[in-house]
């Protein structure tokens, strides 16, 4: 069994067939899904589906992009949230300089924020960084109450970056993009990470993998990456299945 590590099912192409997005996935051998909240104004939603659906979790968080138009939502209000018996983590948080979207200080301020109310629940945290590698790893560097885990979800960054991450005892999730045929110094990168922090994702409705480019992408379509990442680290789909499966639980250990 796969699990999909990160997608966003409240979104509309998926929402509005949530029973057959689900169903698809199921077929394609992908029995966990986390449904991932972007803004507050989503929580109750990502936690409805996982309420109604087998095998399905949910986030609480503040997406970098949306921190600009959430500057209540503190640290306080992401621990009352994360109380749901079907919430497993807090995010997607982080930082964008890519697209700048929300003024990087709102974007240092939420994602401080999440890191503490990760740390009170003792939730992994969800990161999204891009562009912003530097002060991503001083923020989850900052001393705090309590024990920090997490995931660097989608990654794209640097060998360094990761080795920081790992190092930190962060997880790494790989969407579909490893399989992009741009995408060499990532499979690189993908290629030598440690087994035991390994997981992998899709991101859907987003990034799509080879060979359904173009394509609104699904849960399903985390068999293609699994597929890709299998070959490319010389292990059978099994093996990897089992792998960030097992990987998947280690983290989330709420989801059991």
């Known amino acids: 069994m796969l699990i999909d590590s990160h997608c966003h099912l409240n979104y509309a192409s998926l929402g509005d067939d949530v029973p057959g997005v689900l169903a698809r996935a199921r077929a394609a051998g992908v029995g966990g899904f986390l449904a991932i909240s972007c803004r507050q104004n989503e929580w109750d939603g990502v936690i409805a589906l996982a309420d109604t659906h087998p095998g399905v979790w949910a986030t609480v968080g503040i997406h970098p992009h949306e921190a600009d138009t959430h500057p209540d939502t503190d640290a306080a209000t992401l621990i009352a949230a994360a109380a749901h018996p079907r919430v497993v983590g807090i995010g997607e948080t982080g930082l964008d300089y890519y697209y700048d979207k929300s003024d990087r200080d709102r974007q240092k301020a939420s994602f401080r924020s999440h890191i503490i109310a990760a740390r009170a629940c003792g939730l992994p945290l969800i990161v999204h960084t891009r562009d912003a590698e530097a002060d991503t790893l001083a923020l989850l560097q900052e001393p705090g109450e309590g024990t920090l ?47 035991d922090r390994l997981l992998i994702e899709t991101d859907s ?24 990442l299998s070959a490319l680290r010389g292990v059978s789909e099994a093996e990897l299945a089992a792998t960030t499966t097992a990987n998947f639980h280690a983290l989330f250990t709420k989801a059991a």
């Open 149 to 195: 885990t997490g995931v660097i979800h989608c990654f794209t960054a640097s060998q360094a970056f990761a080795d920081a991450a790992l190092a930190l005892g962060f997880y790494i999730s790989l969407s579909g993009i490893v399989t992009f045929k741009n995408a060499r110094d990532l499979a690189e990168t993908a290629r030598g990470l440690p087994a």
């Open 205 to 228: 409705p987003y990034l799509a993998p080879v060979p359904m480019r173009g394509k609104t992408c699904e849960p399903a379509f985390v068999a293609h990456t699994a597929r890709f």
